[in-house]
Nanobody
């Protein structure tokens, strides 16, 4: 059974940085595309970034381009999201997701979801 556990969230001031990590267990990490989604209170889940199995291709939502970087370490079964220049509108629960085929922005296309980690950015 594939499990995803995210960590690294917290409270940070606007302009600050956080690094989220997500570790996979129970599956072969290198066969999965990975992504991060976020959900703010009262809003739908939004795509943030994705990365292919080998890490050679990444994709970002326009609002985080130039500020966030997704990366993965297949030897450690880990995907990370480095978030810089954080803004209050980045406040949300961030979840890592995995799927052998999905890579885009549709949440339901991803089979496996982690529990999420809260990111709060104060102004």
């Amino acid at each position: 059974q594939v499990q995803l556990v995210a960590s690294g969230g917290g409270l940070v001031q606007a302009g600050g940085s956080l690094r989220l990590s997500c570790v996979m267990s129970g599956g072969t990490f290198s066969v999965f595309n990975m992504a991060w989604f976020r959900q703010a209170p009262g809003k739908e889940r939004d795509f943030v970034a994705s990365i292919t199995k080998g890490g050679g291709y990444t994709r970002y939502v326009d609002s985080v381009k130039g500020r966030f970087t997704i990366s993965r370490d297949n030897a450690k079964n880990t995907v990370a999201l480095q978030m810089n220049s954080l803004k209050p509108e980045d406040t949300a629960v961030y979840s890592c997701v995995a799927d052998p085929f999905a890579l885009g922005s549709v949440p339901n296309a991803y089979r496996y979801w982690g529990q999420g980690t809260q990111v709060t950015v104060s102004s």
